[in-house]
Structures are given as structure tokens and as C-alpha cells.
């Protein structure tokens, strides 16, 4: 069989995905003619329901025609996770617009970079970021601004609390007037819902999605409406059990990250299911969301799920309502997962994608056979081979770089003609992980090829020896990278967070015995240091990159 992986589909998993022919806002207008009353959305104590949310997002959408927007002008929205955040990116698919998403953490120097290559004609911003666009105002193309805040999202009386506490916390920013910006509210308040819906082809673009810098300077990949609506039902295809009008979605990822958007935004509303919105991760909001709202859904990253399985009395806290929970951005340590499911009854799943994927690929079964550091089986209407240097198909145990195909890869990347030709052959998306297969079909990442240490010759996989390290009681949280050695060209450090209860008590060389006994000799780093934190990416995912970097500085200093 040329697709072994269909053998290990669970029952009701389609080898291809059937999805609608139309631009993605349809997600949104489906369900309001479908649940209208049912919640769509709760922020924080405000409830909005689907008739009220889609009404939103034509205000907006007219707004934005009545603005000026053409077909194909790019919007930028650079918003926490909140109802402004969904009205505003239908909004601008329904008007005719591109969504550029953008990251709040930005600062003005990256901001300023995203809005010139993206030629980004509108922002929508957090009242707070209005700081950072004035810095770089006479450096971007963007002739509009709409300013919204926390509090025009908020019930009666958080929103008139809400800017008094930011101003006891010396957060709050006077927005001033200016001719570039427009207020949200008042923009919405005074314009209909009566937009001239676009409908633009299903494979004109609908997003550009900048990935996230880890490899370099960030660059948009271009997504269609095929793209998302195909990639959003292929995830729900691979979830046949759920039950649409009657899931809650917590939605903590950040849906200016590819993951959240489509896993927790897209995926959530194709459901109809209630979205839980937090405008940040804070495990003590998110535990509480989960009894409050009985949660059935909450894909996350790693480090979400490693702070909820070390919450001091998760034991005791009522979180089995619970289903389903898909990881991604980062590799799933199995003991992560399987503390996680023991506390829950829910099943923890690893996922792999990428923001040029729209973004998933890859899953393991829900209910079926999971294999210990697979990603798992590709999604249907995806195909999947490993690839030796030369193009060609390596077979089963190899490892090269993993290429996908489908429905929801990317058209290339914005304005970079070499480097999308350098990413897309003959219809195949070059991913730049290394993996292998199985006889199964089941999928490995050994690592990124741009991650993997030579040290002495030999190759060695960062996520393989990380791990063996979450393998330690005492380790909370671990990273592995690549250091400069003048004798073995590259040399292994560790980067750990121990968990409180262990803190000065286990040591390097505890953690040294621990790997040695686990990992061949080359593998074992020979460098280690203990953190507080780790640097991380706005969804969560732990940043070698950032770690290597410091490395070479402090090298570099002590030259």
C-alpha cells in the first residue's frame, strides 16, 4: 500500500476530507444560521451569541468598504484573543481584505518590518500597542488605524473597572486623537451591518501568516481559503465523535499564531461550539475556565500542559469534562502526556504542522494506536514522504526531510519567488525536518535540520536527548543546543528548569548519571545550566534559537 497509514485511521476517519468550495468567513455565517442563540463566544464574563458575533463582524466588514479596503488590501491585526479579534479577521475576509496576522509582543522595530513587506493598508491594534505604531508611523505604508481595548469587550461594570486598574498598574496608555486612527467602537456603533459580501475565489489569498523568525527574518506564507477551509475540516474529520453545538472551546492559544487560529478559532466555530477566550495564559484562569465552563476542548503546547500537571492541588480540581486535546508547536514529552490524561480521563493527542500548512499535517489517533514520540499518522487528504538530498522517496526506519502535499499547503511566500521555489517542488512542501517513517505509516521528527548538533562527526538530535532529560522527576522543563567547541566543532549544553520541590537539590551531575544511563556517550551533554525560565515563542514553544544565541555572546565576551 502506498498510504500504509489508512490501515490505523480510527473508525469514522475518511482517507480524503470533502470541505465547502467557499471563502472561510462562510464558517461563521454557517453557524449563525445554524445555533443563532447558542454562545459563541465568553470573554471574560461578556456573552456573545453567533447571531450577535456575525452581525459584529458585518459592521466591521462594512466599516472597513466604507473605509476605502479593495479586494486583496491587507489588514493587519494585531489583537490579544477576544471577540474584536474574530470580528475582525471574518470581518475582513467577508469585505474582501487580507488578514495579516501580528504578533502584540512585537515590538515597533518588528512591527515596522511586518507592515512594509506585507504593504498592510489597515491595522487593527490594542488601544495599549497605540505606542508602537507612533514610533514607526512614518516608516510604513499603513494609512489607517482602528484602536480597540480590553474594555469595549468587557460587561457592566468590568469595563469601567478594567481602565482603572490599568491605570493603578501604570499600564494604561491615553490613545490620542489623530487622523490616522478610528475608534472601534464608535466605528461600529455608527455604521450597518450591510456589507457587499466578497466572494472572492477559494484560491485567492486569505492570510498572510509570518512565520515565526525562529529560522531568520520573519516571512509571510500565503494562505488561501482553500487552504484554511480545508485544513479546519481535516481536523474536524479527524475528531468524528464531537458533537457541534454542544462543545466548549478554550481558547488560550493565541489566534494570531497559525496553530490557534485554526485549531482553537477556525476549528471551535466549524463546530459551533461556545469559545472560552483568555486574552493570555495564566494556568490559575485557565484551570478555573475549565470548571466554570466545563471545557470539552483545549488544544495547547507542551509548557500549557506541563503547568497544568504541576498546579499545586490539580488532583482535587473538577477538570473531567475534559475530551479531547490536540498538542502541537513543540514535541510532547510522554510523560507530560500521560500525567495530563491520568488527571483528566481526556485523551491528549501530539499533532505536527507548520505555519506553510495552514498548519496541521500530521496527528495521532484520538482513540486508536499512539506510538511513543510520533507525531503520528498524516490527516486525511494529506500525503507524506521522507526524502533523501536528491528528491527521492527513502523507505521505511530512514530518516531526510519530510515533505507534505495537500489541500492546505501554502501558494509560496510573500513577495520571495527563490524562496518559495526553494520550499514547494512539484507540488510538495519541503518542511526542513528531519523524520522518519514507519512501516505503519506512523511519523517521527528526529529534529529540524537546522537544530541538529555535529559534535565530533556524529549527528545528534536535540529532541532526543530532551526527551530523556523530561524523563527526571526533578525536570520541569528542558531544552538542548548546539554550542561552539574548538575540539568537537559543536558541543551538547543543556538548558533545565527544575521544579520548585527540587530546586538545589538535584544537580548537574544527578542529571549527567540520569542521561548517561539512557543515551550513548556522544549524545550525554557535556555543558549544563539551570534556569528560572526559558525563552519562548508568544504560543508557548521554547526557543533554542534564543538559547544558542545568548551562548555565542557570553562565548564571545569571555574571548
Known sequence: MDRPWYAHYDPGVPHEVDYPKKPLYHLLEAQAERFPEHPA????????????????????????????????????IMLPNSPQYLAAFYGTLLAGGVVVNTNPLYTAHELAHQLRDSGAKFLVMLDLLWPRFAEVESEVPTELVITTGIQDALPFPKNLLYPLKMKREGKWV???EHPKRRDWKTLLRNTPPEPTPAEPDIDELALLQYTGGTTGTPKGAMLTHRNLMANVHQVLAWAPGLE?????????LPFFHVYGMTVSM??????????VLLPRFDIKQVIQAIERHKVTLFPGVPTMYVAFNTFPGIEKRDIRSIK?????????????????????GAKLVEGYGLSEAAPVTHCNPIYGKRKKGSIGLPLPSVDARVLDPEFRPLPPGEAGELAVMGPNVMKGYWNRPEESAAALREGWLLTGDIARMDEEGYFYIVDRKKDMIIAGGYNIYPREVEEVLYQHEAVREA?????????RGETVKAFVVLKDEYRGKVTEGDLEAFARERLAPYKVPKLWEFRDELPKTAVGKILRRRLREEELRRQKKSE
Open 41 to 76: 463566544v465568553d470573554f471574560l464574563g461578556r456573552r456573545i451569541r453567533y447571531q450577535e458575533l456575525w452581525q459584529s463582524t458585518r459592521r466591521f466588514a462594512r466599516a472597513l468598504q466604507d473605509l476605502g479596503l479593495a479586494p486583496g488590501d491587507r489588514v493587519a
Open 174 to 176: 491615553e490613545v490620542p
Open 244 to 252: 457541534p453545538g454542544r462543545e466548549v472551546m478554550l481558547g488560550v
Open 266 to 275: 477556525n476549528f471551535g466555530i466549524a463546530l459551533g461550539a461556545k469559545l
Open 324 to 344: 479531547v486535546c490536540i498538542s502541537g508547536a513543540a514535541p510532547l514529552p510522554v510523560e507530560v502526556q500521560e500525567r495530563f490524561e491520568k488527571l483528566t
Open 479 to 487: 531544552a538542548v543546543a548546539g554550542v561552539p567547541d574548538p575540539y
